[in-house]
């Protein structure tokens, strides 16, 4: 079974930074496209960062010019550096992976646990 395990959220003060990680584990092949979503409370889960296979990146606007994500393709892994951190980015944060491939079944996508980011004075 393929795992998504997300790490690096927790307290930070307005104008501060944090760093989320996710790595994929299990019997994987490949995976088109890895991206972090977010889901504040009373709010519906949007996208924040996506990043396919090839590089090519896309963000929210409300984080353009302070989220960078990356990605390791031999890893299985993304990355989510957050800078100039809002109140309005607290939410719990998930990683998803698209058309994940196996040597045990066709692609399919897989979501993480999800961590809590609170950005607070």
């Known amino acids: 079974q393929v795992q998504l395990v997300e790490s690096g959220g927790g307290l930070v003060q307005p104008g501060g930074s944090l760093r989320l990680s996710c790595a994929a584990s299990?019997?994987?092949?490949?995976?088109?496209?890895m991206g972090w979503y977010r889901q504040a409370p009373g709010k519906q889960r949007e996208l924040v960062a996506h990043?396919?296979?090839?590089?090519?990146?896309n963000y929210a606007d409300s984080v353009k010019g302070r989220f960078t994500i990356s990605r390791d393709n031999a890893k299985y892994t993304v990355l989510l550096q957050m800078n100039s951190l809002k109140p309005e980015d607290t939410a719990d944060y998930y990683c998803?992976?698209?058309?994940?491939?196996?040597?045990?079944?066709?692609?399919?996508?897989?979501w993480g646990q999800g961590t809590q980011v609170t950005v607070s004075s």
């Open positions: 998803n992976a698209e058309r994940v491939f196996t040597d045990w079944g066709p692609p399919r996508d897989y």
């Open positions: 990043i396919s296979s090839d590089g090519t990146t």
């Open positions: 299990g019997s994987i092949l490949a995976i088109l496209a």
